[in-house]
């Protein structure tokens, strides 16, 4: 399996299938620190860092803000004080897409590249 870190996210259209069991499976298995939730029925990959303080929250949302830019794909992101909420999922699609798990994963990435 590919390294999700090191993929770029493809360009998502309406229609796009969402991914398989299968699929989730062995993404998570390069993401483990997230845990898909269900809200409004559509799943999400979430994450919740802990961070110093709020400056830090907003640094690490900002690099992620930056990735996001860069691959066309976007999170939310809730910043708090110690806490950086983000969540991944593929609006056309109502679902998770690889494209998810790769943000993940590069999120995760940018979280070991605080200093
Ligand atoms: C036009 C623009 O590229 C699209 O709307 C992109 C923007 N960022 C996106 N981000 C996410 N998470 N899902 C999308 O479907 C999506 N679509």
Redesign the pocket.
């Known amino acids: 399996m590919a390294q999700l870190q090191q993929m770029k996210c493809e360009a998502?259209r309406a229609g796009a299938p969402t991914v398989t069991d299968e699929e989730r499976e062995e993404y998570q298995k390069q993401v483990p620190d997230w845990h898909i939730v269900e809200r409004d029925g559509i799943p999400r990959l979430e994450r919740v860092f802990t961070v110093k303080d709020f400056a830090t929250a907003l640094a690490l949302a900002n690099k992620v803000g930056v990735i996001a830019e860069e691959e066309?794909?976007?999170?939310a992101l809730l910043t708090e004080w110690g806490k950086l909420t983000v969540t991944?999922?593929?609006?056309?699609i109502r679902g998770l897409h690889r494209n998810?798990f790769i943000m993940a994963a590069k999120t995760d990435k940018a979280y070991a590249s605080l200093k």
């Open positions: 998502c066309g794909h976007h999170p991944w999922w593929t609006h056309k998810d």
